[in-house]
């Protein structure tokens, strides 16, 4: 009912009905509707990081595209899994869309710690030279490629293009954005553009050190 209509508009009378359950249940097992609510959110998180979990990828010997690529495959895992029941998307997008009380708090525990490992692995990429504005811009980017699928099925169907539905296709799915996103890193070492402030994005012998870093990421 939640994932349906959405916390404001999904009633408690509505949500015991389809659960063919007494209105008092609601109260007497999770305190309110706020609470129930929450209870489903953490239920789909705890769910998707039970079954997905993300490595530390912290052992010297896994390069930064290794780290890109689990990264990138487990957050699609999480979710597209064809495995998971359809509900759980479709209540995370309406919370992205429509946040809650709960979005603070889910932020801080679910989502910084994928965006700090995220950036981390993008820096060590690039480099410290990079700002950290355009690392977040850069982060933004490859994250950007995977909620595509997720917040845009709708449009993805009209257009006749193909969604991954099965764990092979995610894992296709999972190396284009890699290779993309190598790419797009290795592009904005070269980058000679300047910014609006008049200054380019790296000095030469700047984007001599992180062009290193990215081929070394790129093995």
Same mark, same amino acid.
Not at 52 to 61: C, I, N, W
Not at 87 to 104: D, N, S, V
Not at 140 to 163: D, M, N, P, T
């Given at each position: 009912?939640?994932?349906?209509?959405?916390?404001?508009?999904?009633?408690?009378?509505?949500?015991c009905?389809?659960?063919?359950?007494?209105?008092? *249940?609601?109260?007497?097992?999770?305190?309110?509707?706020?609470?129930?609510? *929450?209870?489903?959110?953490?239920?789909?998180?705890?769910?998707?990081? &039970?079954k997905?979990?993300?490595?530390?990828?912290?052992?010297?010997?896994?390069?930064?595209?290794?780290?890109?690529?689990?990264?990138?495959?487990?957050?699609?895992?999480?979710?597209?899994?064809?495995?998971?029941?359809?509900?759980?998307?479709?209540?995370?997008?309406r919370?992205?869309?429509?946040?809650?009380?709960?979005?603070?708090?889910?932020?801080?525990?679910?989502?910084?710690?994928?965006?700090? $490992? &995220?950036?981390?692995?993008?820096?060590?990429?690039?480099?410290?030279?990079?700002?950290?504005?355009?690392?977040?811009?850069?982060?933004a980017?490859?994250?950007?490629?995977? &909620?595509?699928?997720?917040?845009?099925?709708?449009?993805?169907?009209?257009?006749?293009?193909?969604?991954?539905a099965?764990?092979?296709?995610?894992?296709?799915?999972?190396?284009?954005?890699?290779?993309?996103?190598? *790419?797009?890193? $290795?592009?904005?070492?070269?980058?000679?553009?300047?910014?609006?402030?008049?200054? $380019?994005?790296?000095?030469?012998?700047?984007?001599?050190?992180?062009?290193?870093?990215?081929?070394?990421?790129?093995?």
């Amino acid at each position: 009912e939640f994932a349906d209509k959405g916390f404001h508009a999904a009633t408690v009378r509505q949500i015991c009905s389809r659960a063919k359950a007494n209105v008092a *249940a609601v109260k007497y097992h999770f305190g309110g509707k706020e609470q129930l609510y *929450a209870a489903a959110l953490d239920f789909w998180k705890d769910a998707a990081t &039970l079954k997905h979990p993300l490595p530390r990828g912290d052992a010297a010997s896994t390069s930064p595209r290794q780290k890109l690529r689990v990264f990138v495959r487990t957050v699609l895992m999480r979710m597209l899994d064809p495995g998971r029941p359809t509900w759980h998307g479709k209540l995370m997008a309406r919370e992205m869309a429509e946040p809650t009380g709960y979005i603070e708090g889910h932020v801080q525990k679910f989502i910084k710690p994928m965006s700090d $490992r &995220l950036l981390s692995i993008l820096r060590e990429t690039l480099g410290n030279e990079v700002p950290e504005p355009q690392l977040r811009l850069a982060a933004a980017s490859v994250i950007g490629q995977a &909620l595509f699928y997720v917040h845009c099925s709708a449009v993805i169907e009209r257009l006749h293009w193909k969604s991954p539905a099965t764990p092979a296709e995610i894992e296709q799915l999972a190396d284009h954005i890699v290779r993309f996103s190598l *790419a797009g890193l $290795r592009a904005m070492e070269t980058d000679e553009t300047p910014h609006a402030n008049g200054k $380019r994005p790296l000095a030469k012998k700047q984007q001599r050190i992180a062009r290193a870093r990215t081929r070394e990421a790129s093995r």
